[in-house]
């Protein structure tokens, strides 16, 4: 992988988030793309919660700011 100016990790055009907080989620590591019906590519990352558990998530949902209630369930 490439890096960014700011020495990020760059998959492509998607940034490594790796250890990057955001809301009560942690990024922990790229898992995998997700290609959409209409051939659109979507990143899904790893994260751990602040209540500890891991999750698989869009970066699209990882920043939303009901993750937790939407897909932890509390």
């Excluded at 793309?33 to 979507?42: A, E, L, Q």
Aim: proline share 3%.
């Amino acid at each position: 992988m490439q890096r960014d100016a700011k020495g990020r990790f760059v998959e492509g055009r998607y940034k490594d988030y790796s250890g990057i907080k955001k809301n009560r989620l942690t990024f922990i590591s790229f898992d995998h793309i997700h290609y959409t019906p209409k051939g659109k590519k979507v990143p899904y990352w790893l994260c751990k919660c602040d209540c500890g558990n891991e999750i698989v998530v869009s970066s699209k949902n990882a920043f939303a700011q009901k993750i937790h209630q939407d897909f932890l369930g509390s």
